[in-house]
């Protein structure tokens, strides 16, 4: 897979894809359908996807809190595997998000990508102050010569499949609803980071990982599933997370902790892959380290019986 950062500066075949439009955040069940009509529409052009980076809503509210479910690396490797071949994966700044719809479908799709079909979700707004919508934008398609489709919403279950409904369901602790909706169990990905070393105190060596930007999943711990996506140790293992500010030892970052079953090695450094199965229970403060280590091996215990059934 390609990826395009500026639309100013585009190599000739990168042009003429068939591409689906959005944040694509969380890559759920919704965008999917969006890059299957995305294909359909124009099956001998490359299949692409244009999305934005920093995603427009961190740009515009930079402190607000985090609500990503992925960062831009995650993303592009669920697109990957979905087929996509071009991710115009485009700076969002001061010039972009000041173009008008009319100059956003004239500068970008048409001048600048030389997108030849554009697939969005029927709630699609873009340009400057969101003016432009999914009817806008299949008018200035017949008028400057390329395609629009308008996909409907799509629900499941009797539910609309959104990043909001996934992200309710993880803050809730129900992470097989958010499943159900993302059609794939939600990953947390990143680099392995130095910690303080308790857990191996404790017999539980863990890896530990930021969460840094990502929207957080309810704080306790979780049932996963692992992927080491590089180094010696590449692979796939079953372990058990805690997510949450570790309030046995006063602490006050949000991180996720991922424990290993049967594993030894340094992973220091490695990128994992951690999805989140089953929320098994809270965080919680215990009387002393012993009561601690004996919760720590009823998890496990409860995790390798939740893993080993799927």
């Not at 003016?131 to 489709?149: D, I, K, P, Q, Y």
């Not at 530990?208 to 979780?222: A, C, E, K, Q, T």
């Not at 991922?258 to 809270?282: E, N």
């Amino acid at each position: 897979m390609r990826i395009v950062r500026d639309y100013q500066y585009v190599q000739p075949e990168d042009r003429g894809a068939s591409v689906a439009i959005g944040n694509f955040d969380g890559v759920h069940l919704g965008h999917q359908a969006v890059i299957r009509q995305a294909r359909a529409a124009a099956p001998d052009s490359p299949l692409g996807v244009l999305t934005f980076e920093p995603h427009p809503r961190e740009y515009f509210a930079p402190d607000a809190p985090p609500f990503r479910l992925m960062n831009a690396g995650a993303r592009a490797s669920r697109l990957e595997k979905l087929g996509v071949e071009r991710l115009y994966q485009l700076n969002f700044n001061a010039p972009l998000a000041a173009l008008t719809p009319r100059a956003f479908a004239e500068r970008v799709i048409r001048d600048g990508l030389g997108l030849r079909h554009v697939v969005v979700g029927a709630d699609f707004c873009f340009g400057k102050d969101r003016a432009g919508n999914a009817s806008h934008l299949r008018a200035f398609g017949a008028e400057m010569g390329f395609g629009v489709t308008i996909a409907d919403i799509l629900e499941t279950g009797g539910v609309q499949v959104s990043s909001t409904a996934i992200r309710d369901a993880l803050s809730e602790g129900r992470p097989r609803d958010a499943a159900a909706l993302l059609g794939h169990r939600h990953r947390i990905e990143g680099k392995v980071i130095g910690g303080e070393q308790r857990g191996r105190e404790l017999g539980y060596p863990t890896a530990n990982m930021s969460i840094d930007g990502l929207h957080p999943p309810r704080f306790g711990v979780y049932a996963v599933l692992v992927d080491v996506q590089d180094g010696p140790h590449k692979g796939s293992y079953h372990g058990a997370s805690s997510i949450g500010v570790r309030p046995m030892f006063n602490g006050e970052k949000p991180n996720i902790e991922t424990f290993l079953f049967d594993f030894k090695g340094d992973l220091y450094g490695a990128t994992l892959s951690v999805a989140l199965v089953d929320y098994l229970r809270p965080e919680l403060r215990f009387d002393g380290l012993d009561a601690l280590i004996a919760q720590m091996d009823a998890d496990c215990a409860q995790a390798r019986q939740i893993l080993e059934a799927l």
